[in-house]
């Protein structure tokens, strides 16, 4: 607002003396606004100065949040077996991963932790909010540390992300294949028993954990 030209103070419209009243007989701690009311020498300034506190004051409701669907909840599995992996120097992660999955029939499970380091990784990442995910894919060749590396196996498949860390700082998404190790890896993988799992597509074809 301008500096305030000089003359007689202009009485405000009736309808902004109206909000004035309304404004201060709703928050006695606006009592600080006043001087600032008084100022006003005009119906245009009157209006401008109104106008703002009314929007903070007297908000627009917003329409209620569509409430999300409750997350689904699968219980009663137990940890049957624990399989350590050592991944020396040229190693692929994801393939060696697949290969114990394979190899030992782990069709329920997790991979719960990972460390190491990397010569050369490529994972994916979404890059989209639509209601199809648009994957965008990534490689990157340098010396990296495996932060962490983690998620479900169900009905065999492994749904993997995991965090690498670079001179550009942290950084990942959904492991892919063709990740070699530069020194050494380490990766704890569990086997489940009970109740089994299994990745079924919704209606917008994104595989999502069902009952077997």
């Known amino acids: 607002m301008g500096p305030l030209p000089a003359g007689k103070p202009v009485h405000p419209p009736r309808s902004s003396r109206r909000l004035s009243d309304a404004v201060s007989s709703r928050a006695s701690h606006l009592y600080v606004c006043r001087p600032v009311l008084r100022k006003a020498r005009s119906a245009t300034q009157w209006r401008i100065v109104l106008s703002s506190l009314a929007a903070v004051l007297f908000p627009v409701p917003h329409a209620p949040a569509q409430e999300a669907a409750a997350p689904q909840v699968f219980a009663g599995a137990r940890i049957q077996e624990i399989y350590r992996l050592r991944l020396d120097r040229g190693d692929l992660l994801l393939e060696t991963i697949l290969d114990t999955i394979r190899k030992n029939n782990i069709q329920d499970g997790a991979v719960l932790t990972a460390a190491g380091s990397l ?13 199809k995910p648009e994957d965008e894919f990534i490689t990157v060749k340098a010396p990296m540390e495996i932060l962490n590396i983690n998620g479900l196996i169900a009905a065999g498949e492994p749904h993997l992300h995991l965090t690498l860390s670079a001179d550009q700082g942290a950084f990942g998404g959904h492991l892919e294949k063709g990740c070699e190790v530069l020194y050494r890896g380490e990766i704890t993988i569990a086997k489940f ?12 074809g994104i595989p999502m954990l069902q009952p077997k």
């Open 193 to 204: 028993s009970g109740p089994a799992l299994a990745r079924k597509p919704n209606k917008d």
């Open 119 to 131: 010569s050369e990784c490529t994972y994916h990442r979404v890059k989209s909010f639509g209601a």
